[in-house]
């Protein structure tokens, strides 16, 4: 089954513990990028990789890092997390676009964090 | 300026009759994607429809209907024949920029379909 999964679903830490969120996708896709869900705001991007060791910053990425190393894994990395990042997280995936044309993201089910 | 504007935070419509979501967006860029996403209350994000910025014909699926104006900026998302299921935030996004990188949402709109 084609599908991006996402761990952990839920977690709840303290102010400066550094976290990581795993994200896989079985597709093959070239292009992951993580967003958060905050109410009034919708999704915002956080990071986007657009091929293996090729990452680049999207409109939130304070207090973030990602990395890809494999092309099916995009980890979220949260050196020094803080309560400002108490959010849901969602990883995405898809082909990269070809000229003309843009393809649609699958998302993971999600993550809810809450930093303490 | 807001990329993907949602001006309608919530709405209600009657079972079996249409309704129209509205969002405008912001790009200089002439190859753009435009989607929609639904959201129901359990929280994943389900993909709807997608328009091309060159598409000439409005995108359709199923009972989902996108109306593309593009010298407005806009592209509504229309459902046909609402169903209690519907009932979930729709949210409008974007994809620009060089290989579509950059994906931009809306704010998102709640719709609530009555029995």
């Known amino acids: 089954e084609a599908q991006v999964t996402q761990n952990p679903r839920y977690l709840i830490t303290v102010t400066g513990k550094k976290l990581t969120v795993t994200c896989s996708q079985n597709m093959n896709h070239e292009y992951m990028s993580w967003y958060r869900q905050d109410p009034g705001l919708g999704l915002r991007q956080i990071y986007y990789s657009m091929n293996v060791e090729v990452t680049d910053k999207g409109d939130v990425p304070e207090g973030y890092k990602v990395s890809r190393k494999e092309k099916r894994n995009f980890p979220l990395i949260l050196e020094s997390p803080s309560p400002n990042q108490t959010s849901l997280y969602f990883c995405?995936?898809?082909?990269?676009?070809?000229?003309?044309?843009?393809?649609?993201?699958?998302f993971g089910p999600g993550t809810r964090l809450t930093v303490t | 300026a807001q990329k993907i504007t949602q001006t309608q935070p919530g709405m209600f419509v009657q079972e079996k009759e249409a309704v129209t979501l509205d969002c405008t967006y912001d790009?200089?860029?002439?190859?753009?994607?435009l989607f929609w996403y639904k959201q129901p209350s359990s929280g994943e994000m389900i993909f709807l429809i997608y328009?091309?910025?060159?598409?000439?014909q409005n995108a359709t699926e199923g009972r989902y209907s996108l109306n593309f104006q593009k010298a407005r900026k806009s592209a509504n998302l229309v459902i046909s024949a609402s169903q209690l299921g519907d009932s979930a935030m729709y949210f409008c996004a974007m994809r620009e920029g060089y290989n579509f990188n950059k994906f931009y949402f809306g704010s998102g709109t709640k719709l609530n379909v009555k029995p």
């Open positions: 995405a995936s898809s082909f990269l676009a070809l000229a003309g044309g843009a393809y649609e993201q699958y």
């Open positions: 328009q091309g910025s060159y598409d000439e």
């Open positions: 790009t200089s860029d002439q190859s753009y994607g």
